[in-house]
């Protein structure tokens, strides 16, 4: 049959048909071509992937922030006040030997006060060092340096004065040649008299010549270095003093049961020291004796001339007891 019979309709489909065969014969023959060409070239061999050999590293992504990054770089602290920037003339001192409060920058109507230089040293071992320094008082023809340690409280930041006096010179009296201060210990050299028996005149120093070597243990100054004992003004004896077999008493270096008896070198006897002529070293309950060693015929006892105190705790003091020193403040 022609194509005048058939419908419009159906001659588009047609030649829609018609282009349909044609483009797949086209597409057909494309892939033939491409097939044919695959089969001239052997195939690329594909390199291996390499083993796994354990977990795979993965660099962290620092996240951006628009924040300031902070400085971790600490501020260096702005340096406190210590004990050297105390002037000690100016502070209230607690004279034992006079029974006195004195501050040497007010002055006193009838003596001359002052104070010395000091030196330094942390002598109590809270890592801030202390001061040892004497006032000076003077009156015509008599005259006397009496040497204190201050501590430093760095909490409060002032400078607070050691009760117990270590040193002390005077005319006709003990001989302080030196002061000195080591790291951890104040350093004193001098010549004493002795509190009994025949006095040098006044012009001489007295025949026990000593180097101490001093620090705190609980607030109170107590020898270190060679000898053990008390750290403060030991009166000299000569030896005429009644000893007393030390047996199970305990001598300590300061009137605290607490404080670690002597033990090195070993105390073998004791005597009572006369304190009547020392009062700021009455204590109740606590008796200052000077301390005394075996040692063999010819051989030199420890500290040579110089005779260290201690102190023995009394669980009944009977001595009759001194005048109540230091008047009332106010």
Not at 57 to 67: G, I, L
Not at 76 to 88: A, K, Q, W
């Amino acid at each position: 049959m022609g194509d005048e019979g058939r419908s419009p309709v159906t001659a588009r489909r047609s030649q829609g048909a018609r282009v349909t065969v044609l483009l797949t014969s086209s597409v057909l023959a494309a892939a033939l071509l491409l097939t044919a060409c695959s089969a001239e070239a052997p195939p690329a061999e594909a390199e291996p992937s390499p083993e796994p050999t354990g977990t795979p590293h993965v660099e962290p992504v620092a996240e951006e922030s628009d924040e300031p990054e902070e400085d971790d770089t600490e501020e260096p602290e702005e340096p406190g006040l210590t004990i050297r920037d105390v002037d000690l003339a100016a502070l209230e001192w607690r004279e034992a030997v006079t029974e006195e409060y004195l501050t040497p920058v007010e002055g006193h109507e009838h003596r001359t006060l002052e104070v010395t230089d000091a030196v330094y040293a942390d002598v109590d071992g809270d890592g801030h060092e202390d001061a040892l320094a004497a006032i000076v008082i003077s009156e015509q023809q008599w005259y006397e340096e009496i040497y204190y340690i201050w501590t430093w409280d760095p909490d409060e930041q002032v400078a607070v004065q050691v009760e117990s006096p270590i040193a002390r010179m005077a005319r006709c009296g003990d001989t302080v040649l030196e002061i000195a201060a080591e790291e951890d210990a104040f350093v004193i050299t001098e010549a004493l008299r002795y509190q009994d028996g025949p006095q040098p005149d006044c012009a001489s120093d007295g025949p026990v010549e000593i180097t101490r070597q001093v620090r705190l243990e609980e607030n109170w100054p107590v020898l270190t270095g060679e000898l053990e004992g008390d750290g403060g003004i030991c009166p000299q004896r000569l030896g005429t003093d009644d000893g007393w077999p030390v047996e199970d008493f305990d001598l300590h270096p300061g009137p605290w049961q607490s404080m670690t008896p002597l033990r090195d070198p070993a105390p073998a006897i004791f005597a009572e020291v006369d304190v009547w002529s020392h009062l700021w070293l009455y204590r109740e309950n606590w008796m200052l004796v000077h301390v005394g060693y075996d040692t063999a015929p010819g051989e030199e006892k420890p500290g040579g001339d110089y005779t260290p105190c201690a102190w023995i705790f009394l669980e009944e003091d009977t001595r009759p007891i001194p005048h109540d020193p230091y008047l009332p403040e106010g």
